[in-house]
């Protein structure tokens, strides 16, 4: 077996992670080598592990450095002594099997690492586990709980253990939702383990979500999610990215974990509330421009271009509201599809396809009617109106709640149509 290192700066990592789960879709061992530096090991054989030159196509734009090296014959014994038991929050302990039982009173997990992942040990699953321990000590440690992204099921099991049910664990990789699974078993929790891929399948319903993901599968996540759930953890963030995705998710951030670069975050439904100025979207967009410059990806640069210039026009015409610029943009971006399609252009259609998709991340998940009756009818309550001459009263208070996840027509004909005329 060979060991194959890939050494990237650390401002790279994530992208670089990304990019080399392709080559490894179980997963990949990390070190840090030095503050500036990261490495990320894949294991194979020969003829199994990419070349450099395979490598550096897949990762345009990003300097990296490679080693390889002859795994030693007493790997096996080493791959168990990589892997040790962690407590977490005084409440949780995981282990591999061949480890000695916890002390009593713990929630004990014996977790397989086989191919999916690993044990628990990394800092963004621990501050998963935590925050569901913290979501235990609030009392709200029941009902549906999804795992997106499950692994080896770490997070999934200690939610059935902790009191969640029913508990579903979802991944995009077969050897993960098996080994998840055969681990449910071996730790008595019922578990509804399944294949599925976030970009075709629909995502079940449940009131606590969590998702130890990157950004980007977070944001294709917030952008799937019809319904929000009341809580949801996020982790594999970085520092700087958990307003982005509570704007994404439009949920209130609860409470956060952080260890070293990485951030975990307890989300919950409702308005968003922050003590800091959130970035605006033209913000973002700036900053993914520069992302994908550095990437060499052409056609999101220029995608990106063109939604900044129409959020600038828009500003510059005294318009602040770029949540329907970004609306406008997208629904324009349908219609050419669809013309585009009508007229035997499928490669431009399916330009304009992906245009419309990368505007969609940027916009909060939609309210249906119903999750928008609930809002106006506390609105109402709150500005204790009696009939449609309070439309000024109810509005104002109804729209903060709303926080963007549905244009204000859709929000004064709910409330219209709620209230008495006289």
Known sequence: MIRLGVRVARENAEAALFDLLAFSPAGVEECEIDAGTIEYALYGSARELPSDTALRAHLPGVPIETQRSEVPDDWPQRWREFHRPTTVAERIHVRAPWHEPCRPGLVELVIEPAQAFGTGAHATTRMCLELLVALERRG??????????????????????LGFAP??????????????????????????????DLAVDELPAARTIVANLLLEPLLALASLLERMPVYLIASGLLEDQGERLAGALAMRELDRR??????????????RVSSQRAMSITDTIKADIATAMKAHDQERVGALRLLLSELQKAAKDGSSDELAVLRRERKRRGESERAYREGGREDRAQVEAREGELI??????????????????????????????????????????????????RVSEQVRDALPAT
Request: charged share 25%; glycine share 12%.
């Open 258 to 271: 952080r260890e070293g670069e990485w951030l975990a975050v307890l989300y919950e439904r409702g308005p």
């Open 360 to 409: 969609g991340g940027y916009l909060p998940a939609e309210l249906d009617d119903v999750q928008l009756a609930e809002i106006v009818k506390r609105a109402i309550a709150q500005a204790g109106a009696s009939s449609q001459r309070d439309l000024g009263k109810v509005m104002p208070i109804a729209m903060a709640e709303v926080a963007g996840r549905a244009d204000g027509r």
């Open 140 to 161: 709200e440690a029941h009902g549906a709980l999804l795992d997106v992204g499950c692994g080896s099921g770490v997070l999934a099991i200690a939610a059935g253990k």
């Open 167 to 196: 508990v579903i664990a979802i991944d995009n990789d077969p050897l993960a939702a098996r080994a998840a699974a055969e681990n449910a078993i071996t730790n008595g929790v019922q578990l509804d383990a399944r294949l599925a």
